[in-house]
């Protein structure tokens, strides 16, 4: 399907634009009421991911407020070790908590190889569901945790503070754990490539947890198994569609996140956009990195943030305007409305 905006996926091919594609990590989700109302409706979040119908609504929802340049589909990247049979719930206020994680070795052995995407189909429908919302209005972004994140969750069993059962494992059964990235690296390439048959243009993997590890295990473990995931998607299944790595906390390993054949890389508010940008000079895009709390600054001091933080940037081929890390349920949505305007008049001065 030829897409009619093709700004972000130009951004990614690194094409000087007019101005930066525009998306933002978590745009769907809890700070817009129309969000809270559908998922009341689904009676809970796992509900809402299970829902074609529903889930590719509340993906539609942000679109509608906003002149956004991607959409995203909605659903958890911890749905993968769901369907390997580590029972996903949502607790009211604890997040997301496994019933079965990994304890021993002999539990990553057992991890099912086989059959888990069938399990997954109900994902695969919010991707149709959206594409027949969408139409080809806008590319549709597909994603997957990391291995590494993942297996933090699986390791842990919950989402904690520093994740430290899950390092503890890395450094008492480092090939315990390769072994666990390895299964989870081919669930997440057949996981992607299912996605990218049913519709979508750009994958990400959110590697929410790169930045817990030391440069060297960060190479070993976490790039290492995204490394092999692009290379799967390339080799085991053709696919030619634009990946971009998001590794929170890791700005320092620009460099090696290139030579893991990503065409973009997300960047937290921690990182300096300019340097960043510098340095990466146009060989691949580079997406961030506002401060996702700035926008719970008053309203009227969004712009001026926003001015200060990004002027440089917006009109440098290869740069896709988002935040650092996702929006935070307590946003008021003007000020997303806010921040979407100022990038836009920032740009247009430019011209
Ligand atoms: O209560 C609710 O309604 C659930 C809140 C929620 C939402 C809206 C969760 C639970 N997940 C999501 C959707 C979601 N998760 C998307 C959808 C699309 C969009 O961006 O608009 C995406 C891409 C994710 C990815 C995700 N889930 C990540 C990686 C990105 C990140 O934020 O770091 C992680 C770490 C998760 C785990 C997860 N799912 C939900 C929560 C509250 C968490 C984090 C828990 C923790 O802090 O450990």
Not at 72 to 93: K, N, Q, R, W, Y
Not at 106 to 112: K, N, T, V
Not at 166 to 188: G, I
Not at 221 to 237: D, N, P, T
Request: hydrophobic content about 45%; some cysteine; proline content about 5%.
């Amino acid at each position: 399907m030829s897409i009619i905006n093709q700004r972000f996926l130009q951004a990614l091919r690194c094409e000087p634009l007019d101005r930066p594609p525009i998306w933002l990590m978590r745009q769907a989700g809890r700070y817009l009421p129309e969000y809270l109302q559908t998922r009341a409706a689904a009676g809970s979040f796992m509900n809402l991911c299970r829902n074609a119908d529903l889930a590719s609504e509340v993906a539609m929802q942000p679109l509608r407020r906003y002149q956004l340049d991607a959409a995203i589909l909605f659903s958890d990247i911890l749905t993968i070790p769901d369907a390997m049979g580590l029972e996903l719930e949502f607790v009211a206020g604890e997040g997301p908590v496994f019933n079965k994680p990994i304890r021993t070795d002999r539990d990553i052995h057992a991890l099912p190889e086989q059959g888990v995407l069938e399990k997954l189909d109900y994902v695969f429908a919010v991707v149709r569901a959206m594409r027949e919302k969408i139409g080809a209005q806008l590319p549709i972004i597909g994603f997957s945790g990391s291995p590494w994140t993942l297996a933090c969750y699986m390791l842990e069993g919950q989402g904690t503070r520093d994740f430290a059962t899950a390092r503890r494992w890395l450094w008492q059964r480092p090939d315990a754990v390769q072994l666990l990235l390895d299964k989870l690296s081919q669930q997440v390439i057949d996981y992607l490539a299912a996605q990218a048959d049913a519709g979508v243009d750009v994958l990400m993997l959110f590697d929410t947890w790169g930045g817990l590890l030391d440069e060297q295990n960060y190479r070993d473990f976490s790039l290492r198994s995204m490394r092999k995931v692009i290379q799967g998607l390339r080799q085991q299944h053709g696919l030619d569609l634009p990946v971009m790595l998001f590794s929170k906390g890791c700005h320092s390993q620009v460099e090696a996140m290139i030579e893991a054949d990503c065409q973009g890389i997300g960047l937290d508010w921690r990182a300096n956009i300019d340097t960043v940008m510098a340095q990466v000079n146009g060989r691949v895009a580079v997406q961030g990195n506002l401060d996702p709390t700035s926008l719970l600054a008053d309203t009227d001091k969004i712009e001026p943030i926003i001015r200060s933080r990004f002027q440089n940037v917006v009109r440098k081929p290869g740069y896709i305007f988002n935040l650092g890390h996702g929006l935070l349920p307590a946003t008021n949505p003007d000020s997303v409305s806010q921040a979407i305007a100022t990038v836009h008049a920032l740009a247009a001065e430019q011209g």
